[in-house]
């Protein structure tokens, strides 16, 4: 393949350079498009075929289900590391020695205190208030108790950043939690790790000792890992496109938050355990559910299904289901809302529309029922999700920030009215 593509526009051609990756993925570079040729752009809704950065965070491939954290498989990640290692490597993006995974807790824990104010703000929102939203609002609220914005030319000060919410944003989740179920707000212990603390914090109750079960720890720890990033999806681009206005790192991971919320993005996964429970009640029908997400005329989609990068199977999604038999098989669970996910996902692999579509479980279909062994209310499943793709947007937006990334501006084509001159109200 050379290595410039060319363009035909009317008499004239055009030359832009290609740019290739490590993993030999192929990008024009159209940088100077609108100048070389008087003002033409290029649209492509949702960016399905354009690319907003070269990044060498997270690879992945939709066509083959491979996905890789700086060139660790997720499979491998998954098996062998834990999410604070894998928090270090993305960010980072080597894996940690000891000393520096010590150091990086220590920095963590030392981080892990929310000014006590932060409690008025969870105090004045509705019992019945998303989880989601009071967790934008709370990153966001974080910029007030901690008001030094990154100067992100000083790596001491990118670091403490980084450091903080990565010590801040689980006491915010589990104080989201327990909003939600009624329980006192508390914190961990130094002395445990740091998804320890997440359970500890999500679940002690006052007047009794934790135990940490090894199961839902290991169950959790691997859920983390899976999330943690995922190149430019919704949420990350959020965040870069947020970051690169030079916002601090709190508002552009609050905006995130916001992306990750919806139910085509994040909120799938609370979306898929609705969906379930509303098969289960309607008597288990599958196949009548599978009907309306054919049905053009039917806005019900099957949720946990479908990707934008992936044509073949999510490769997270083989990790999670394997997760979920052993999880409730282990803890003695029977979930009946398993069996229902397993006969859609058997009954959509071998119908025409869906294979015509190379439409897939995503990571969002089996995640929920994890969640939910683990006791896990369903309005927080997303903020699980957000709890695990932290430090994927903090990798992402430290990448786009020392990369002095420009601010993101995109062009579009306008086809509202020509001109025309003001018509005074008592002539109209
Ligand atoms: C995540 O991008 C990421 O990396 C995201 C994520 C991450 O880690 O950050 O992986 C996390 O968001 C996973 C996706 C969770 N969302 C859902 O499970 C919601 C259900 N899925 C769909 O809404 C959809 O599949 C999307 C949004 C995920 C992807 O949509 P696309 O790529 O824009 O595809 P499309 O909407 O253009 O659909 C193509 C065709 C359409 O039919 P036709 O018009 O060609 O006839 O497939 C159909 C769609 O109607 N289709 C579905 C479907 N998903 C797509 N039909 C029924 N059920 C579905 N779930």
Known sequence: MSDIAKLQIGESTYEFPLVKGSENETAIDIKTLRGATGGVVTIDPGFKN???????????????????????????LAEKADFLEVAYLLIFGELPTKE???????????????????????????KNAHPMGILSSLTSALTAFNPSSVNVDS???????????MGKFPVLVAWTMRKKTGMPLHYGSRKLGYVENILTMMFQKPNDEYDINPILLNALDKLLILHADHEQNCSTST??????????????LSAGISALWGPLHGGA??????????IKADGGDTKKYMGKAKDKADPFRLMGFGHRVYKNFDPRARIIKKAADEVLGDLGVEDPVLDIAKG??????????????????NVDFYSGIIYRAMGIPVEMFTVMFAL??????????????????????????YTGANERSFVKLEDR
């Open 155 to 165: 790596d001491e000060e990118m670091y403490n950043a980084i450091v903080k919410i």
């Open 269 to 278: 996964n609370q979306a898929v355990l609705e969906m379930l429970e509303a």
């Open 388 to 413: 695990g793709r932290l430090p994927g947007w903090i990798a992402q937006w430290r990448e786009m920030r020392l990369r002095k990334e420009p601010i993101g501006r995109p062009r579009q084509v």
């Open 344 to 361: 859609l996902e058997k009954e959509a692999l071998s119908d025409q529309y869906f294979v015509d579509r190379k439409l897939y479980p």
């Open 239 to 252: 965040v870069r496109v947020v970051g690169s206005s030079h916002a601090g790192l709190f508002p552009s």
């Open 100 to 126: 520096q995974l010590d150091k990086f807790y220590n920095d963590i824990l030392d981080n892990a205190i929310v000014d006590d104010d932060i409690k008025k703000i969870i105090d004045a929102f509705p």
């Open 50 to 76: 354009t690319g907003s950065c070269q990044s060498a965070i997270t690879f992945l491939d939709g066509e083959k289900g491979i996905l890789r954290y700086r060139g660790y498989s997720i499979e491998e």
